[in-house]
């Protein structure tokens, strides 16, 4: 079984020391699935939701976006990485439910997974938040890596 990273042998909190790692390209993508319920799908005008705050779903990938740059401000021991591709897709899976998809990239010590969770966490909670005076019933779910490559080992949702 393996340990937890995070834990020196002191059993302290801290960042896991990455300088002896080889820089290489590493990619991930995550995936949050909002389900908006018949009310707010019913505000949907082709592949965007127009709110009084703005499109919806384009408002998102930016907010996505600042939060996936921002990770290592966010969570205490992800290291500071610079991105070098961040890009989102949001896709109307069924009349309730629209996928949010981030991919990062970049070429570091260390893998992207947190950045690409953080930043479609964040645009689905955008998504909440434009579209909460329609229906609080919003539910945010699924959240999920979908595929991890670079470093150590590789990664492919089931």
């Known amino acids: 079984m393996n340990s937890f990273t995070h834990i020196d042998a002191e059993n302290q909190p801290g960042m896991v020391d ?16 909002v389900q908006l319920g018949p ?3 019913q505000q949907l005008e082709g592949e965007e939701i127009q709110s009084k705050k703005g499109p919806v779903f384009q408002t998102a990938i930016i ?6 740059k921002n990770t290592s401000n966010l969570i205490p021991f992800c290291h500071p990485l610079p991105l070098e591709k961040c ?3 949001i896709e109307v899976i ?11 990239l970049t070429n570091a010590r260390t ?3 947190m950045e ?5 966490n964040v645009a689905a909670l955008t998504i909440y938040d434009m579209c909460k005076a329609v229906s609080k019933a919003i539910v945010i779910k699924d959240t999920r ?3 991890k490559s670079g470093g150590k080992s590789d990664f492919i949702a089931q």
């Open 87 to 89: 890009k989102f897709k």
């Open 111 to 113: 893998g992207v997974e």
């Open 116 to 120: 690409a969770l953080t930043g479609a």
């Open 145 to 147: 890596l979908l595929t």
């Open 39 to 41: 009310d707010v799908m």
């Open 18 to 33: 990455v300088s002896d790692k080889n820089t290489t390209k590493r990619e991930a993508t995550a995936e949050a699935i």
């Open 94 to 104: 069924d009349t309730e439910h629209v996928s949010v998809k981030c991919t990062c």
């Open 63 to 68: 907010a996505g976006t600042m939060a996936a």
